[in-house]
């Protein structure tokens, strides 16, 4: 069995949860508040951050980057021609190109803000910085996520999948991390139908049920966020 | 002959530049000041970020993660033993965990900070936020460094390399960040010894020489940046 330390909105930890589900493997989950610092898990993982990963081997893999290519090297080839990664280095560096995109500048530019203002802060102790929402952090998200969205529009325009012929890496970090956006309603989608219907195909996947169910104490998602069509 | 788009202090341009050398391999260096957000420069790399690499060949691989993994890819085993990613996925992850660490967690809690802070905003025209340091942000960067230090020194204790046996993309990470924060003069090395000794066996290799040489319009390298003996 492989454990998964993450949170139901830590886009990171969504992204593994799809990845692990593309490879059909169902973790156990166990849900952890980065902010508590808890001791046990610093020692497992140093940086305190989810996601972190657990083999029953006792092998832990820490970070949404790490923990892909980790399942590359040791069950990708399994994928056969759904493997995440593609053959040739320069397409596997166009993967790796835009799962950093999405995983550290959408995450920085779009995701943090909303999710730490909107949640996690208001789950955290006042003297961590927990409260109300800095209102000029959300509206600063909400107009960058405008320019991401444009920016999946003409990649989903221009090719089958957001880095090319297959789904990858890339379509999975983007969608975990608008899935996040999309719970707290968020995204504009009447703004770009073309990333939207790319994210239709991936929401309608069997990987993205569990992230669909998901719900959190005091939170109400956006109506369409768990509809197909929505 | 490749060519490397980078900026003297950007410290993800410095790991490429380590990288390449421990390759033997000598780019052509182009300035990119990457807040000019210069045409050319986004069309080669839509995000507009440094370092971005092209080949003869025409393959563009941006960001210094994809950078590393394209050329353990396509030249790694070229070095033997001293490939820079060890042969086995676990051993991997935690090169990948560490180099995470420095790329991101460092750089957004000092590099990142001391950088744009006293150097980029010099550069800056006043409407892109350019102007004079704001000194909490470097004040918090210098109280950051310290357990980072910490961690590094914590390392080196138990470990030949950063990430385990062999230099690996984790000491490269570790020590381009490194070298920014001390070409300004900003690392406390008084307070760990272990940290730095690991840095000078790091400074003294040939592929730190380049870096060791830089020098920017306006100014002055700590005194002892560029000292072996320091």
Chains 1, 2 share one sequence.
């Not at 080839?77 to 999405?102: C, I, Q, Y």
Request: charged content about 25%; aromatic content about 12%.
């Amino acid at each position: 069995m492989i454990t998964l330390y993450h949170h139901p909105l830590c886009p990171h930890s969504r992204f593994v949860r799809l990845l692990l589900a593309e490879y059909s493997i169902k973790p156990e989950l166990i849900e952890e508040n980065a902010f508590e610092r808890r001791r046990d898990f610093l020692i497992l993982d140093p940086a305190g951050q989810t996601p972190v990963l657990a083999e029953e081997s006792g092998t832990v893999v820490s970070g949404p980057g790490p923990i892909a290519e980790y399942f590359d090297e040791t069950r990708g080839l399994a994928l056969g021609r759904h493997r995440l990664l593609p053959d040739d280095p320069g397409s596997r560096a166009e993967v790796r190109r835009l799962f950093d995109w999405f995983s550290q500048k959408f995450f920085h530019e779009v995701t943090n803000w909303l999710v730490t203002e909107k949640v996690y802060k208001r789950f955290m102790p006042r003297k961590q910085g927990g409260g109300g929402p800095d209102m000029d952090l959300v509206h600063a998200a909400r107009v960058n996520i405008r320019t991401h969205l444009r920016y999946i529009g003409y990649l989903a325009g221009n090719r089958k999948w957001l880095a090319g012929d297959r789904l990858s890496h890339a379509d999975l970090a983007a969608a975990a991390h608008l899935s996040c956006v999309d719970f707290l309603g968020d995204v504009p989608w009447e703004e770009n139908e073309t990333a939207k219907l790319w994210y239709a195909r991936l929401k309608s996947r069997p990987a993205f049920r569990p992230l669909l169910a998901d719900r959190l104490p005091g939170f109400c998602p956006n109506p369409i966020y768990a509809d197909l069509d929505f």
